[in-house]
């Protein structure tokens, strides 16, 4: 299981992070098409990595920064916990859901920067023809990932919903694994445990 949430968390980076395309400078449009959308927050992303020399290097204050404003605002957090959290959402207090949230938004940044510092210039992504309802608001975008030249390309899937600000990205599927599942998994046994305060302090613990 750890080997597999290893895999899901570099993914999940990838996901949010590369591809190949034009307009890599366009900044990216929430209300645009699904597909376009997160083709262009792919782009931005890989931009700003190749030409930010700290960045190459491995920093990763500066892959922090990269990850805060080009990554974070397209993601909702809220639903992402609430999805996370399952029945146990209910059962929690404003203020739990509130840390829960915010503790949780700060593994999954974590989780994006780490990766950037292991990832090869050749990584790519490339969204696929877009099947379902375009009109639909909430929708699933294919992609393909390469990660070295001339390896085998695997699927990702992007859940999205579409808010009065645009299109926000909150649940991804690698190799059939979608990312919120796997954390209530882990979320449902940390609060059988400790309860959900302990499952907000053990997230914190990971910052530190």
């Not at 605002?73 to 949230?101: C, D, H, I, M």
């Not at 990766?115 to 877009?130: E, G, H, P, Q």
């Not at 001339?150 to 699927?155: E, G, V």
Request: charged share 20%; hydrophobic share 40%; no cysteine.
């Amino acid at each position: 299981m750890l080997g597999l949430i290893v895999r899901l968390n570099l993914m999940l980076a990838l996901a949010f992070g590369f591809s190949v395309g034009a307009q890599a400078q366009q900044k990216p449009d929430p209300m645009a098409s699904p597909n376009a959308f997160v083709q262009q927050v792919a782009d931005q992303v890989l931009a700003a990595l190749k030409n930010d020399t700290a960045a190459r290097a491995g920093d990763i204050k500066r892959i922090n920064q990269i990850v805060d404003e080009m990554i974070l605002p397209y993601v909702n957090f809220e639903k992402t916990t609430r999805l996370a959290a399952g029945r146990n959402w209910r059962e929690a207090t404003a203020e739990q859901k509130a840390n829960l949230s915010n503790a949780f938004r700060g593994t999954l940044a974590r989780t994006y920067s780490g990766a950037f510092t292991r990832v090869s210039d050749s990584t790519s992504i490339k969204t696929l023809a877009f099947r379902g309802d375009v009109n639909a608001n909430d929708v699933v975008v294919r992609s393909q990932v390469t990660q070295r030249a001339n390896s085998q390309p695997f699927t990702l899937d992007y859940r999205l919903e579409k808010t009065p600000q645009g299109w926000k990205i909150y649940d991804i599927n690698v190799e059939n694994v979608w990312l919120i599942e796997n954390y209530r998994n882990q979320f449902t046994q940390q609060i059988n445990q400790n309860g959900i305060d302990g499952l907000i302090a053990a997230l914190n613990k990971r910052a530190q």
